[in-house]
């Protein structure tokens, strides 16, 4: 059975609690649905990652409350923070990974440099991560060049450290959404400042939901990236240069990866420094995010 996992708050209580979505409109609140089956969880059901280190039994017990009536919400009732609404560690993120899109870099760097060999990972701060919904900030003082990257993201459910690449898919626990929003300007500047460039705050729209690996064949999806409606992104994961399997076998080799961090995968050609003109997000944009099987992010940009 699959599931799609998300963390949301409700008007009588801030603090997060992990939900699992029924259907389009309905929610199921995991905490209250296990005080209604009664006995204890094999997890904190107001912690994901907590769920997502107590691997299948949590999964188990998941698909046990799911035939309940307890604890289901009208989805509209509730605000949907990101699956993970700050991750213990940063998140990892591949640079250069559709070959349309590093073709499509090539043309404005024109500097001769050729396929990669191997994958190359960056992170985004842990502060850089926001909600399905929530706003992108825009301050011009610190940046006029935000720019869009939709990318899947594979959330790790079992540690591992050197892994195969054969056994790489085992210590996948399911994916979601990410938009890697870019300060271009930044990522440029003083010779390359990649760290500081994707990790401002709020520029990193994560969920709506983690989907259950066993639930989603992650090799092609269609991924989109849309502008107040038009339609600025469109490919499929099929393009990955590097697969899944060996991004988390590169990452992992000398480092530990635990259950909760989040790998978002790259993303394909039709960002805006590379249009002609150039295209940035201004304030009043509303950026949609959608991947085939997940869900959308609608963030809109606010000064």
Known sequence: MSLKLVTFTRPEDAGPRIGVLVDATTVLDVLDAGRARGGPLPFDPRDMVSLIAAGEASLAALRALSSY???????????????????????????????????????????????????????????????????IPYDPRVTTQLDWEVELAVVIGRAGKNIPEARAMEHVFGYTVVNDVSARDLQRAYGGQWHKGKSL???????????????????????????????????????????IPRLIAELSLGMTLEPGDVISTGTPQGVGFARTPPE?????DLLETEIEG????RNPVVA
């Open 201 to 243: 705050d709020g520029t990193c729209p994560l969920g709506p939901a983690i989907v259950t690996a066993d639930a989603l064949d992650p090799n092609g999806l269609r991924v989109i990236t849309r502008v107040n409606g038009v339609v600025k992104q469109d490919s499929n994961t099929r393009y990955l240069y590097f697969k």
């Open 280 to 284: 940035f997000l201004r304030p009043g």
């Open 294 to 297: 997940i869900g959308v992010l």
């Open 69 to 135: 009536e307890a604890g289901r919400l009208p989805l509209s009732r509730v605000k949907l923070l990101a699956p993970i609404p700050r991750p213990r560690k940063n998140v990892f993120c591949v640079g250069w990974n559709y070959l349309e899109h590093f073709q499509e870099g090539e043309r404005i760097r024109q500097s001769g440099q050729t396929l990669p060999d191997h994958p190359v990972f960056f992170t985004k701060a842990v502060t850089a991560v926001i909600g399905p919904h929530d706003p």
